[in-house]
């Protein structure tokens, strides 16, 4: 299973990124993808995650600001608003299923003040 994200960048604060994931492979239909993100000098820590039946399990610090979806079985989106300066990370896709634990590279976000 891989799995490529993109959609990353620089964004001011208060304003919003589109983060997407894109997982190639087999993968069980039970399954679960989410976003996880690691800043500098700290541990990765989870953001959201969705289920493939569309349960959704957010982080207290990006509640009511960004929302992850499923757009197809092998796909998430992860839409940030009103990004603050603490969201800068690098932000990491992952999928869990019957067959293992899987991350993508990861992808930059930067939110300047």
């Known amino acids: 299973v891989q799995l490529v994200e993109s959609g990353g960048g620089l964004v001011q604060a208060g304003g919003s990124l589109r983060l997407s994931c894109a997982a190639s492979g087999s993968i069980s239909s039970m399954n679960v993808m989410g976003w996880y993100r690691q800043a500098l000098g700290e541990q990765r820590e989870l953001v959201a995650t969705v289920t493939r039946g569309g349960i959704t399990n957010y982080a207290d610090y990006v509640k009511g600001r960004f929302t992850i979806s499923r757009d197809s079985p092998k796909n998430t989106v992860l839409q940030m608003d009103t990004l603050k300066r603490e969201d800068t990370a690098v932000y990491y896709c992952?999928?869990?299923?019957?067959?293992?634990?899987?991350w993508g590279k990861g992808t930059q976000v930067t939110v300047s003040s």
């Open positions: 992952n999928l869990k299923d019957i067959g293992g634990d899987y």
